[in-house]
């Protein structure tokens, strides 16, 4: 028999987190104990409550998922987490492991794979997506010379599938303020003076 697991969901998107709510507590060894809207409050129902499990979104107010995170793992280690994202970047599922997340799930998967994962967890597991192995950026022979980061090529192969500030933001989990910072420096070490040169430069380069 399944014991009983009690949970609280943490995501600044109430019809979400209500939806999640309405569809594990239709399984009967399952209680949630509360939903919270951001990181902060999060912490205090954490604190308040001591629940089995908490399942909380990346991207949320106050304090974000990965901060939490790591905050439980210090201060509460016996409450396990999953972490529950529209992301499906490596980059963010690897960091989520190395903060002391025990799972990592998309918004996308099925209530079948929800539940699987929630009781990997409270057995003790970890429970992540495979990573696909990615060639890195430090092995692009043409821009050595150049003494690019790994992390501004990173920028660099996105700002060559044309995405925005606010794109490579999300997808890299950075402000805004670090990418635009990332580009003025890809732009000086790569002695460009405008987009336009930076586009042209890419070209020929054939990334």
Do not use: W
Request: net charge neutral.
């Amino acid at each position: 028999m399944q014991p009983p697991v009690n949970i609280i969901l943490a995501d600044d998107h109430t019809l979400f987190a209500d939806g999640i709510r309405s569809l594990l507590e239709q399984t009967p060894y399952i209680t949630v104990q509360g939903i919270a809207s951001n990181g902060q409050v999060l912490i205090e129902m954490l604190q308040r409550h001591q629940p089995d499990l908490a399942i909380l979104d990346i991207s949320m107010p106050v304090l974000n998922g990965l901060e939490v995170t790591k905050i439980i793992r210090r201060d509460m280690p016996h409450i396990r987490t999953i972490i529950l994202s529209s992301y499906s970047d490596p980059h963010l599922i690897s960091l989520s492991r190395s903060y002391g997340a025990d799972g990592y799930l998309m918004k996308t998967c099925n209530q079948y794979d929800l539940l699987q994962t929630i009781t990997r967890v409270i057995r003790g597991e970890s429970c992540f997506p495979q990573l696909p192995r990615i060639q890195e950026p430090e092995t692009d022979h043409s821009f050595r010379e150049f003494n690019l980061t790994r992390r501004e090529l990173e920028i660099l192969h996105l700002i060559n599938q044309q995405f925005t500030n606010q794109q490579i933001a999300t997808h890299l989990y950075l402000s805004i303020y670090t990418v635009e910072t990332h580009r003025k420096n890809i732009m000086q070490k790569l002695q460009l003076k405008s987009p336009a040169a930076l586009t042209r430069f890419l070209l020929e380069k054939g990334l």
